[in-house]
Structures are given as structure tokens and as C-alpha cells.
T-cell receptor, first 113, second 112 residues
């Protein structure tokens, strides 16, 4: 069973609204990344947080923002939702010093109508 | 050109077949490679992880990396219906904050 949990599992929002997605990482994992996965595509990197600071960002506009908290939880916020934001949003965490890959959550399926 | 190219399939094989999944990548910066398996409505699950060229074996799975040709492969021996999933190759770079760049995934179906 994955140590990364995401909530909610499904969400429907209206274009123009704002949404907050939540992730609880494995204890001790100080690095968390968020990915967007459109249907039939591989995940696309949104951004990464290390010790509560953003330290990497993909090709996503500023209306995608995030937070990481000391208790290994994190949030992804998306403002001014667009139809193309409909996707599976994945949270992934790891211990930065680890030689192992990221552990992914099961994702939040966001539908924008 | 995409940084990681992967044939999306779909690929359908009979149970017991040997499956070969392949990706190519650009950019020769120091990097590591992974294969993830993703079942429908689930997040990706790490199968294999390697830094170096050559083969790495784990049970029925073998990951192969050829850095000279920028080619990575995953072989599945004695494939089972439970192996039916989407397989994602990924490349990571420590210099870019350890972000992962994924291929688009290959959908595999193993028929009983």
C-alpha cells in the first residue's frame, strides 16, 4: 500500500473556479513533487518542494501554485480553472538523499466543466 | 523532439510471452532511469531504477540502459494477466531538482 495519500479522489469544478488538492507524504520524505497527467499521456512535472520551498518548476503558468508543510503534507492550488486543466493530478514524495525513485499517490481526478 | 519518446502501443500478448518495452531519450546530462507501472485509476508504481548502463534484473523484470544510443528497455519474462497495465519510462536529472520526465506510456494487455 502506498505511503502517499491524496484527497479528494475525484473533483468536478466549473471553469474559472479555484481548486486545492491535498497530499500527505510518507513520514520523513522531505521532497514532494506534483505532476499533471492528461488522459493517455505520461505525467508532466508541475513543480517540486524541498523543505517547504519551491526548488523546481515545469512549464506551467503561475496560476498553479503550491505549499509544503512541516508535517510532510502539501497542497496544489490552481486558480482560474480552464477546461484543459482536466487531468489526473499526482503527488510524489521521496527522501532527497535516497537512491530510490519517487513514491506516487493514486491521484486526484479533476474535471473542469 | 520530446525528451523521452515511448511507443504508446497498445501492445497485446498471450500469457507467458516475453514482453519488450522501449524508450529513447535526448539530453546526455547525468541522469537516472526508471520504469513505472500504472494500473487503471491508480498512481504510478516504481518497478525498476538504475543509474548506469547495462542490465538490472528483479524477478521477471529486466531493465536495460544503453547510454551510448540513449535507449532504455524493460523486459518482462513469463508475462501474466496481472501485468496488464500502462508502463511508463522516466528519466531523472539531479541537476534539475530531480524532476522526472516521462514517456507517454505503453499500454500492455496480457491475454490468458
Amino acid at each position: 500500500e502506498t505511503g502517499v495519500t491524496q484527497s479528494p479522489t475525484h473533483l468536478i469544478k466549473t471553469r474559472g473556479q479555484q481548486v486545492t488538492l491535498r497530499c500527505s507524504s510518507q513520514s520523513g520524505h522531505n521532497t514532494v513533487s506534483w505532476y499533471q497527467q492528461a488522459l493517455g499521456q505520461g505525467p508532466q512535472f508541475i513543480f517540486q518542494y524541498y523543505r517547504e520551498e519551491e526548488n523546481g518548476r515545469g512549464n506551467f503558468p503561475p496560476r498553479f501554485s503550491g505549499l509544503q508543510f512541516p508535517n510532510y503534507s502539501s497542497e496544489l492550488n490552481v486558480n482560474a480553472l480552464e477546461l484543459d486543466d482536466s487531468a489526473l493530478y499526482l503527488c510524489a514524495s521521496r527522501l532527497r538523499q535516497s537512491n530510490y525513485g519517487y513514491t506516487f499517490g493514486s491521484g486526484t481526478r479533476l474535471t473542469v466543466v | 523532439q520530446k525528451e523521452v519518446e515511448q511507443d504508446p502501443g497498445p501492445l497485446s500478448v498471450p500469457e507467458g510471452a516475453i514482453v519488450s518495452l522501449n524508450c529513447t531519450y535526448s539530453n546526455s546530462a547525468f541522469q537516472y532511469f526508471m520504469w513505472y507501472r500504472q494500473y487503471s485509476r491508480k498512481g504510478p508504481e516504481l518497478l525498476m531504477y538504475t543509474y548506469s548502463s547495462g542490465n538490472k534484473e528483479d524477478g521477471r523484470f529486466t531493465a536495460q540502459v544503453d547510454k551510448s544510443s540513449k535507449y532504455i528497455s524493460l523486459f518482462i519474462r513469463d508475462s501474466q494477466p496481472s501485468d496488464s497495465a500502462t508502463y511508463l519510462c522516466a528519466r531523472g536529472e539531479e541537476t534539475s531538482g530531480s524532476r522526472l520526465t516521462f514517456g507517454e506510456g505503453t499500454q500492455l494487455t496480457v491475454n490468458p
